[in-house]
């Protein structure tokens, strides 16, 4: 992206900022086609076709050459640190040193993983440089860098109605890759096309094997590890309404859990030994489609145990128990198909006296979305108890329509900060789809660049919001020339702090919408910090008809822009109409010219909803996320 001021200003963009940077003296003008000297070893990862992407786009070319040309521009060399000596091995194989002066450009490192990132830095130095097209200067740097976590990974909800396109998956990978993320789950329930399951997931548009081993071939060439995500416990409600797989589960004859409106069977018995065996055949079907090791089998949130099939067993022995006892006999079948199993942590932290004996080589996924989660008590127990662990904070993008910026740069700091201290191995940003996964892709790159820049380097996480995250985004994510579409998205993102008092894990405006009893009780909203969020909400938004975006995803951004704007917008005045009402959920009774506004309004969203979901996602699971929307509408006519 082109014309960001001096050479010395580019330096403060890269994404992740390199822990060790030195400006040196003068400039670089790059010739018109860079030769490149590198090994075959290199020419497996996109770091390279992203450079000849950037140096095209900017009028330059690129030649790769051999090692032992004299002429090569930039040089890469597989040799020794001088300064990861004292790295541990997860970390050196990840560093690397890059020179750029006297018109020429070395990068080093032990590794083709440390080679790539060093290209990444490079690229992100052309794409930040000055210069008219064809005429390109880089500052003259030296960089020392490595990674303060070994995995920085993303998670992403495919569950929750919205399934990718793979054009959008592989578009999300590059650029994660770009940005040193090493790591991409996506979370499975129903998903994943199981044969002989097809009642399952019919109207899902899962993905099949055969594109889950191309993705997986297509992440491994950046460098990210594509880890297998199938929940094992609870959130299996998908399969348990259907028949055969009710007999399975907890409560057969329904329970009344958050993800649907109505009671129906929501987590596998635990006590059902026919539940490992499904479990089994689910494992053979999925894992060998991924070449990644890992393994996380979720077990989070078993709303359900001691509720039904398993309430004997839960009085007699303690719900804990029953926990730990199927997490081992989990384990145990993860482990003789030669993978390591990872879970979410909250069942166990919340039974410690049990946590010695989840086994050693099980990694605990700890994770919590607001800024106030206790991850340093929590870490500590767990590491206490000689386990592995990632910390898992979250996009604060779900259960909003544009997110909540403010608590997600204070999550994702505490998490880096409070992880690193504990030893903590991995950072992993979670982002979820609840209720109908409403917020869009672009909501999200707010949590995902904060990940890659404190899972990198934790010391950018000591004052979050120092980080210029609307200008981050703007170089990296949406490739605005104008400089307006990051700022819009962070205070989008910050509405939700306007509306009324605050809720864990939602914003209010989204309660307006969809779940109206919770908008005012316990007082929250009210109708004046509901038109002053109104009027904040326009003021935010008013700039995107200013935006230049450089890139296909930047066109789309503005677009998802607008429509998170709307429907914050429409959000405030449904809740300014509900505050007139005993009941605020009995819409009928609003004069009809305000129901006919607000009809008329909220259809045209869900129209946007449609074009948009096409845009980046499969068919199926869209008329069910609709139907959250839907339902205000035919309230309102």
Known sequence: MAGHGSADSTLLFLLPRPRRLQRLEGTWSLPPTLRLACSEQVNATGALGRLEHVLRARGHGLERTTASDPAAHVRMRVEPLGFGAALAESLANQAYAAIVMNGSATLSAISAIGLAYALSTLTQLIELSSGGRGALELPCVSIEDSPD?????????????????????????????????????????HTFAYAGHEDVWRNASPLTPEEVRSFDTYCAARQVELVPNQNSFGHMHRWLVHEPYRKLAECPDGFEHPWSGKGEPYGLSATDPATLGFLESLYDELLPNFRSRLFNVGLDEPLDLGRGRSKSACEARGAGRVYVDFLKAVHARVKSRGRTMAFWADTITSSPELMTEVPKDAIALEWGYEASHPFAEHLAALRGAGLTCYVCPGTSSWNSFAGRTHNAVENIAKAAREGKAAGATGLLIADWGDHGHLQPLSVSYVGFVLGAAFGWNVADAQQPFELDLPRLLDVHAFSDSASVLGRVAYDLGDAYRHAGSLRPNASLLFFSVLKAERLFSPPGATRETLEQTLAYVQRAGAALSSARPLTNEGVLTVEELRYARDLLSFACRLGMARS???DPNALALLPRAERAELSLTLGGIIARHGSLWAARNRPGGQRDSARHLTRVLEALT
């Open 580 to 582: 007139t009402l005993t």
């Open 149 to 189: 976590f070994p995995v920085r990974g993303v998670m992403l909800d495919i569950s929750r109605d919205k399934v990718p396109t793979l054009a959008t998956l592989q578009a999300l990978v590059d650029r994660l890759a770009h940005w040193k993320v090493n790591q991409l789950q996506l979370y499975m329930e």
